[in-house]
């Protein structure tokens, strides 16, 4: 529940982080720079700033924070098992997780990325729209 909590927390955090530099953006092209041109300019490279934010904060939740996760899921799991077949407990928490993180992750089940995938990629999508578009309209106005 605690690595799933700050998984929770990581991802909002970074999500409004990305809002609240997005908007950033929109006024400091209107009002912070007064040559047009220029103020495209910025907003694409702040955008393209996002996006390495982004992909960096997807590395940490899947490389990291994600494996913790898991691998806490797992000692849970071998627990509850060894208490419905009446075997004595043993804590292995520390194991499981350190098992995990020895483990390749192109072998986990593709299913348990999906939904967390999707949403790395929807955001990104969207950080990329606006690299195209603050591109296009700093083109345009040359």
């Known amino acids: 529940m605690h690595f799933n909590n700050l998984l929770m927390r990581l991802r909002s955090q970074a999500l409004a982080g ?6 950033l953006v929109g006024v400091f092209t209107k009002e912070g720079v007064t040559d047009a041109h220029m103020g495209w ?12 934010f982004w992909v960096a904060i997807w590395f940490v939740d899947i490389l990291y924070y994600n494996r913790l ?3 806490a899921v797992e000692a849970l799991v071998d627990l509850e098992s060894r208490l419905k077949k009446g075997e004595p407990i043993t804590i292995n928490m520390s194991t499981c997780i350190d098992s995990e993180f020895s483990r390749p992750l192109w072998k986990r089940k593709p299913s348990r990325f999906r939904g967390v995938l999707w949403f790395y990629v929807i955001v990104l999508a969207v950080i990329i729209l606006g690299i195209t578009f603050s591109w296009h309209m700093y083109c345009a106005t040359n």
């Open 18 to 23: 990305i809002a609240a530099i997005s908007t």
């Open 41 to 52: 300019l910025v907003a694409t490279a702040i955008f393209v700033a996002l996006a390495f």
């Open 69 to 71: 996760l898991y691998g």
